[in-house]
């Protein structure tokens, strides 16, 4: 499967502890995004890469969110002393620089 | 800047029937425009996209749009519903760095 991997697709958590996300982009593309999507909304942005650069961040993420993508090629998401309000599935996308965005499946996080 | 908006949170249709989901867009530069189709509990698809090229653009599952400057519109249809459509579709825009502003998104309903 060449398509963008998520991992993992579910994740369950108390509230107050940390949780790390994973993407793995398409190969050759060398942008990488990542969102969150609540129930009933669309994908809401948080932050992209291209190559190992993170080039923008939502003013929306707060300090607890943080991401990397050391080599450029894959990416971790990871929020720190979750909170009720971070329940929700977070999306990742790959292009290149000028191509559509490609989605992978999401992980969809529930804090208890 | 640049805004999308889709009409109607929801469209139901019978199964046989014209799909037609309406997108509109505010851009000040020429857009790329993008349908995308998310099914439960999955990433988001590309449908297909607008580039500059043919106003009338085709995409996966018999879907097409028209792209219409005057109307700033982008609406997709479909001659003839399938139950397998059900699903919820989002409508975007790039921006000048690719990063795409996205509608809320309709939910597309399909009776027996």
């Known amino acids: 499967d060449t398509g963008v991997s998520q991992d993992p697709r579910h994740k369950i958590t108390k509230r107050g502890q940390n949780v790390t996300f994973r993407c793995d982009p398409i190969s050759e593309h060398n942008r990488l995004y990542w969102y969150r999507q609540t129930l009933g909304q669309g994908p809401e942005f948080l932050t992209y890469?291209?190559?190992?650069?993170?080039?923008?961040k939502s003013r929306l993420l707060s300090d607890r969110f943080s991401a990397e993508r050391p080599k450029g090629s894959f990416s971790t998401l990871e929020i720190q002393r979750t909170e009720q309000g971070d329940s929700a599935m977070y999306l990742c996308?790959?292009?290149?620089?000028?191509?559509?965005?490609?989605f992978g499946d999401g992980t969809r996080l529930s804090i208890l | 800047a640049q805004s999308v908006t889709q009409l109607g949170s929801h469209v139901s249709v019978s199964e046989g029937a014209l799909v037609l989901l309406r997108c509109n867009y505010s851009?000040?530069?020429?857009?790329?425009l993008f349908w995308y189709v998310q099914y439960p509990n999955q990433g988001l698809q590309l449908l297909l996209k607008y580039t500059s090229a043919a106003t009338l653009v085709k995409g996966i599952n018999g879907f097409e749009a028209e792209f219409k400057k005057s109307e700033t519109s982008f609406h997709l249809t479909k001659p003839s519903a399938h139950m397998s459509d059900a699903a919820e579709y989002f409508c975007a825009v790039s921006d000048r760095n690719y990063q795409l502003i996205w509608g809320a998104g309709t939910k597309l309903i399909i009776k027996p």
């Open positions: 890469f291209q190559n190992e650069a993170q080039l923008e």
């Open positions: 996308a790959s292009s290149l620089e000028a191509g559509p965005q490609h």
């Open positions: 851009s000040s530069v020429p857009p790329y």
